[in-house]
């Protein structure tokens, strides 16, 4: 994963990250039984999941909409996130403007390293950058260190590993073993 960072665990600073998780996954279940018509309701607890400050009034996510941490989401102004998305935004996730998220998507910002003894010892993240005019199609999965550039689309179903070019469509999923892993100890 291209700028990844890693975050220790069982340090003091996990610790505030996982309260910081139940505190955003209780506001996505609140905000995923609320009337579909009550808009003011949606809004305020949107307010809440993405850290208080303002959201764009144009900003639009129909619910459900499952955010795992909401401290490092931005959005730009036109953007619509459809049904049943997943944002994991610990590592930052940046969406431009007039962006279409379509249903089913996930960006997931974080993960843990590959090697088998380090997985359980770090949680590891990077930003995902969606850049204005882009659109994304169901079910697609961006994953952490990954730029989305103005004016793209990504098909449905697209698993994201690496940028995507300003004004280029990408689509399909695959499997590429990329290296080797070492036995565990």
């Given at each position: 994963?291209?700028?990844?960072?890693?975050?220790?665990?069982?340090?003091?600073?996990?610790?505030?990250?996982?309260?910081?998780?139940?505190?955003?996954?209780?506001?996505?279940?609140?905000?995923?039984?609320?009337?579909f018509d009550d808009l003011d309701a949606r809004r305020s607890v949107l307010t809440e999941i993405f850290g208080g400050g303002p959201i764009p009034e144009s900003l639009s996510i129909l619910p459900p909409f499952h955010c795992d941490y909401?401290?490092?989401?931005?959005?730009?102004?036109?953007?619509?996130?459809?049904?049943?998305?997943?944002?994991?935004?610990?590592?930052?996730?940046?969406?431009?403007?007039?962006?279409?998220?379509?249903?089913r998507v996930t960006l997931s910002?974080?993960?843990?390293?590959?090697?088998?003894?380090?997985?359980?010892?770090?949680?590891?993240?990077?930003?995902?950058?969606?850049e204005d005019d882009v659109w994304i199609g169901a079910a697609a999965t961006i994953t952490p260190g990954v730029t989305i550039g103005r004016g793209a689309v990504v098909g449905a179903g697209a698993v994201v590993a690496k940028d995507v070019p300003p004004l280029t469509v990408v689509t399909?999923?695959?499997v590429v073993e990329r290296r080797r892993l070492k036995p565990s100890s």
């Open positions: 994963m291209r700028n990844e960072q890693r975050l220790p665990t069982r340090t003091p600073e996990s610790r505030a990250f996982a309260q910081r998780v139940q505190v955003a996954m209780a506001l996505s279940a609140r905000l995923n039984t609320l009337p909401g401290l490092h989401a931005t959005f730009g102004d036109r953007v619509f996130i459809n049904q049943g998305c997943f944002f994991l935004d610990y590592g930052g996730i940046t969406i431009g403007d007039r962006v279409m998220i379509g249903p910002t974080a993960g843990h390293p590959v090697e088998v003894d380090e997985r359980f010892d770090y949680i590891t993240h990077a930003p995902i950058v969606i399909a999923t695959s």
